[in-house]
């Protein structure tokens, strides 16, 4: 387990900066996706399967933002690219070869809603700009509190909702050997799961 004063230097350092830092708009002739009306996702990842269940309710503007990237299939494909054991896995924003998808507009924070970043509960990544969150989320593999809303100055990290099912998948995962290595652009990428872990695809199921 790592020390929450440990965590608390992280942030900058490693949540942060894969978030949301390049971001491309979504092209104005693209057609909306209807969004569907159940909360429950299931991610079928090269590990197995982890089923979330979405808080509409508390984050919906983060919720109908996951479910449109859903929806088009944006996630199929995609990677765990960063995985830190006693803290949370990442994913949803790189594919296999380390090249960063292009996504839509950044959304709100909506980390101030009373949900908290506890083992199993699937948040937003973003940069040092609260209302920089696109695609790329992460799930927490222990209770860290140090992520949630404290005040404007101390923001927090949008939680949205939680696994129901296949925690021992985000165990797995969390166990993973990983490396260091270059993206496309030649950035230097760390906690990078040696064995790639890819999310097969990322579908809406009825609840």
């Known amino acids: 387990m790592i020390s929450k004063a440990w965590l608390c230097g992280f942030l900058s350092a490693a949540v942060l900066v894969f978030g949301c ?11 909306k996706t ?3 009306t159940s909360n429950i996702v299931k991610l079928e990842t090269s590990m197995g399967d982890i089923i979330i269940e979405l808080n509409r309710q508390a984050a919906p503007v983060t919720v109908q933002n996951f479910l449109g990237y859903v929806e088009v299939g944006f ?25 960063r998808k292009k996504t839509r507009d950044p959304i709100i924070n909506e980390a101030k809603n009373g949900l908290s970043n506890i083992r199993g509960t699937i948040a937003m990544a973003r940069t040092n700009d609260p209302d920089s969150a696109t695609s790329q989320f992460f799930i927490n593999h ?16 949008a939680v949205f909702g939680k696994v129901i099912e296949g925690m021992d998948i985000v165990d797995t995962i969390a166990s993973i050997k990983t490396t260091t290595r270059n993206n496309k652009k030649g950035d230097s990428m760390e906690n990078v799961p040696v064995e790639p872990i890819i999310i097969k695809s990322a579908k809406v199921v009825p609840e």
């Open 142 to 157: 222990v209770d860290n509190e140090v992520l949630n809303y404290i005040d404007d100055n101390q923001a927090g990290y």
């Open 21 to 31: 830092s390049e971001t491309a708009k979504t092209p104005k002739a693209e057609k």
């Open 75 to 99: 996630y199929d494909g995609t990677i765990f690219h960063r995985v830190i054991p006693g803290f949370m896995i990442q994913g949803g924003g790189f594919t296999e070869q380390l090249d």
């Open 34 to 36: 209807a969004i569907p």
